[in-house]
């Protein structure tokens, strides 16, 4: 099955600092998602991201999908930043999402 | 707004009892799914429904089963708690679409099964 890897696996950051978080996939997707899991373990939806660039206030996205890499910016980071962030991919056809395993983000005051 | 709710957070069971996760959703998604998150494991998916009363497995359905009488509600159940079973349990929805439509998830239920 598809393979979704996730870099760097730990960030530590100062708050203020820009991050960059990035997701490689194995095969062709057509769905690709970023969550921020929070300290409580809830799964936010960050970006639905396929293919193109989509910017959220501090946040934005890019998938290159014919290159099978997306990548996540946090500019001006906030100590609220801090959690697990996950991408998420889905084949042609199948409903299942197939996670990477994250990049664990702690951003100190 | 979007909203997807399990009926716990944490959850605290006995070795053997029968255990019941609840996830209703909002928004008249077609597909719910059941996901586990384990430390150094991720998320896997145990089962999903794609239709009221259809399931198919997922990666890890063994000593799982699940109910899908309703199109909001999809039920995880736990025939015989064990202690492997421990873990923090996850329900998602999506509405059908092509291509795949995006997923949004439930707050998670934190099971300890002693």
């Known amino acids: 099955g598809i393979q979704v890897e996730q870099s760097p696996p730990d960030l530590i950051l100062q708050e203020g600092a820009n991050s960059t978080l990035r997701c490689n996939f194995s095969?062709?997707?057509?769905?690709l998602q970023w969550f921020h899991q929070n300290p409580w373990g809830q799964l936010i939806n960050l970006f639905y991201i396929p293919s193109g660039t989509k910017q959220n206030g501090r946040l934005s996205a890019t998938t290159v999908a014919t290159e099978r890499y997306s990548l996540l910016y946090i500019s001006s980071s906030q100590t609220t930043d801090s959690g697990v962030y996950f991408c998420?991919?889905?084949?042609?056809?199948?409903?299942?999402?197939?996670f990477g395993t994250g990049t664990r983000l702690l951003v100190s005051p | 707004d979007v909203k997807v709710t399990q009926s716990s957070r944490y959850l605290v069971k006995r070795t053997g009892e029968k255990v019941f996760l609840e996830c209703v959703q909002d928004?008249?998604?077609?597909?719910m799914f059941w996901y586990r998150q384990d430390p150094g494991l991720g998320l896997r998916l145990i089962y999903f429904s794609y239709d009221v009363k259809m399931k198919e497995k997922g990666d890890i359905p063994e000593g799982y089963s699940v109910s899908r009488e309703k199109k909001e509600r999809f039920s995880l159940i736990l025939e015989s708690a064990s202690t492997n079973q421990t873990s923090m349990y996850l329900c998602?929805?999506?509405?059908?679409?092509?291509?795949?439509?995006?997923?949004?998830f439930g707050q998670g239920t934190r099971l300890t099964v002693v």
């Open positions: 095969d062709s997707v057509n769905n």
């Open positions: 998420a991919v889905q084949n042609t056809g199948f409903q299942k999402l197939v």
């Open positions: 998602a929805s999506s509405p059908h679409g092509t291509p795949n439509t995006e997923a949004f």
């Open positions: 928004m008249d998604h077609e597909n």
